[in-house]
């Protein structure tokens, strides 16, 4: 099997080019690398970090997308995440939410694990796959113009966009960790009341 991974993309930058500027913009983040590089642009009560939930990032990103449909739900992830997930990828499509959006961040590998090939580095497809399942809008970026020009669209229609980072580590950024402490910031700063 041919392994391949063309990402260049500085992830850092990637992210901090996503968040810029993102007012009341709901952030969900996938474990490990998505969650450190949100958090280092700037911890906020609108980031929902999930620890330990590998798979479930775009599902959670849905369920927000249905219960605040007034509100834009950016999922960021990477690939591993993603893999794990795949079928919410079908499940969100079928669902016709018109606000929310996924970004992977795709280095061809298992991070977390010790930056094994994942899937999209042995020749997996995620946009592909994200068209099959029925996304009308999927892309994929792989300079920083690119990245630059998805920001703002991913804030504002229903997408699917591969990001094609390099596998360079980064410094760990860790954000708050404590479950119970991010869902109740959530809550409070989206103006729900407790139950």
Not at 20 to 45: C, E
Not at 61 to 78: E, F
Not at 92 to 110: E, M, P, Q, T, W
Not at 141 to 152: Q, T
Request: with cysteine.
């Amino acid at each position: 099997m041919t392994r391949q991974n063309d990402g260049t993309l500085d992830r850092r930058v990637v992210v901090a080019e996503l968040m810029r500027d993102p007012g009341d913009l709901l952030v969900v983040t996938g474990l490990g690398a998505a969650t450190y590089d949100v958090g280092a642009t700037g911890d906020r009560p609108l980031n929902f970090y999930l620890w330990g939930a590998m798979g479930g990032t775009g599902m959670i990103g849905l369920g927000l997308a249905l219960a605040q449909p007034d509100k834009h739900v950016l999922v960021i992830t990477g690939d591993g995440e993603q893999l794990m997930g795949m079928g919410a990828l079908a499940t969100i499509a079928a669902s016709g939410a018109k606000n929310i959006s996924i970004a992977v961040l795709d280095n061809g590998r298992f991070g977390e694990t010790g930056s094994q090939f994942s899937h999209t580095g042995l020749g997996a497809d995620l946009a592909a796959v994200a068209a099959a399942c029925g996304w009308q809008t999927v892309t994929t970026a792989r300079d920083m113009d690119e990245v630059k020009a998805l920001a703002p669209r991913l804030r504002q229609e229903s997408m699917f966009a591969v990001l094609r980072i390099s596998a360079e580590e980064k410094p760990r950024h860790l954000p708050p960790r404590d479950g119970a402490y991010l869902t109740d910031r959530f809550r409070r700063a989206l103006g729900v009341a407790e139950v």
